[in-house]
């Protein structure tokens, strides 16, 4: 594990690291994957899902309803006019 | 322990550090009091899971487990401190204040739903939901001297649940009364529309089995100190002085559960994190002059912790391209092994049954020099019924030499909850557990 390679992951991460944490998260990264490299050795299997349960879709009627004002999902929201306020795009 | 007064609920909290929030009312006017681990949505208090970057969060709606604890007549007193979004196996990696452990103050309630486990060793008449993702009920049950119940995965609603792993996540109770278990958890368990991986569940009617037989896997007999060998060894003894066959059995995926599980967990927590940008709730308090890359790269960077960064990190290396085969991929296929190594062997025992811990609560300046690979191995004997979404519950069984409790852990097959209600109510019975001396 490279310093450039953690530098990579944070920034698609969004997350902006001091030289400290870097070396820091660098050496703990370095260390647990190795640990994970027990994995390699692991047994394989066909028919594995991504839930430890059998999961079924299960649909409602296609009728509207409204569970919760969204009045109330404002209220503590940063908004502007109505809108929902964030950063510029560009 | 010590009878609930909310005129000393603060008192009580300045010591042990129990609640991120509390109820403001000066009695109880329910039937019955309760917590809630603090990743679970409450409409009357703030919930932040931990962190700092959901300070100031007050949620419109209840979370279904609370909402049904509510309409059964419970009230809700307090949101307990856990590590942040359920990072942790000590409840110290928490954004605010860190529970201390009932028997004594210098060492850990275990994580992450550490403040859960010490309401219910403190308080008298006292149960709290927690959450478990990778072992987050039994650990602190098992560190603070309580029963703790993690049900199946889809048991109960993960609805208003804020999540860690969403394959993993479950919502179960934790106790100093066996019989508590049963009680609330026919509570909160049952079908929500607004949870699918609840609504495949059969119903939840248990009745009473006696525990016939159990496996113990050789290897959850490795890595144990001394005192956790010695009191699970007398329990066995117990136990089959009680008419329960014992059998050691070989389980060789256990040892590939605690990577896999790590993978699982922190590639599911890093998408799931990914919408803390300082909008909508929590922190919003930025510089909206800033381009939206170093907005949302702000309010991250600030405030999440230490472990939370470490584990959005491990997480999005492992789904980048070029190592999502070596490590996601091939998790999933040990979370299956596993699942049919326990299936295997639940076809002829009841239950699987090991320690909960390798050890006792730790003192925190010992935790302060773990690393991170240390804290994440010593959940190797609560991960493998996390990944495989087996319930699984902690029981006292002991106490060590420095005082402190010692917890085993049952696991049973899918949807077979009875049986572990059935044990606990049992072994309430044979084992006399101390309560700590509370005093403020």
Known sequence: ?90 | MIGLDLSKLKSVNDKYGMFHAMTEKESVEGSFHFSAKDNLTSKDMETCSGSRILEGYRPAFDATAIAKMRAAGGELVGKTNMDEFGFGTFSANSGFEVPRNPFDTERACGGSSGGSACAAAVFEDHVSLGVSTGGSICCPASFCGVYGIAPTYGRVSRYGLIDYGNSLDKIGILSSKATDLRKYLGIIAGKDEKDPTSCVQPDFNPGYRKLSSVAVPKEGMEGLSKDVESAFRKSLETLESMGTEIEFVEMPSLKYAMPAYYVLATSEASTNLARYVGMRYGQQEGDLSLKFDDYFTSFRSEYFGDEAKRRILLGTFTRMVGFRDRYYAKALQVRKVVIDDYKRILATHDAVLAPTMPFTAPRFDDIANMSALDAYKADYLTIPANIAGTPHMSVPCGYGSDGMPIGMQFVADHWDEEILLSVAEDWEKVFESKKPEVTI
């Open chain 1, 1 to 90: 594990m490279d310093r450039e390679t953690v530098e990579r992951v944070a920034r698609t991460a969004h997350i902006k690291l001091t030289e400290d944490e870097l070396e820091r998260y660098r050496s703990d990264l370095e260390e647990i994957l190795t640990y994970f490299e027990l994995l390699d050795e692991a047994p394989e299997c066909d028919n594995y899902g991504v839930n430890p349960i059998e999961v079924a879709d299960i649909l409602r009627d296609d009728e509207p309803r409204m569970d919760i004002d969204p009045a109330s999902l404002l209220k503590d929201m940063n908004t502007y006019e109505g809108y929902v306020r964030g950063p510029r795009l560009s």
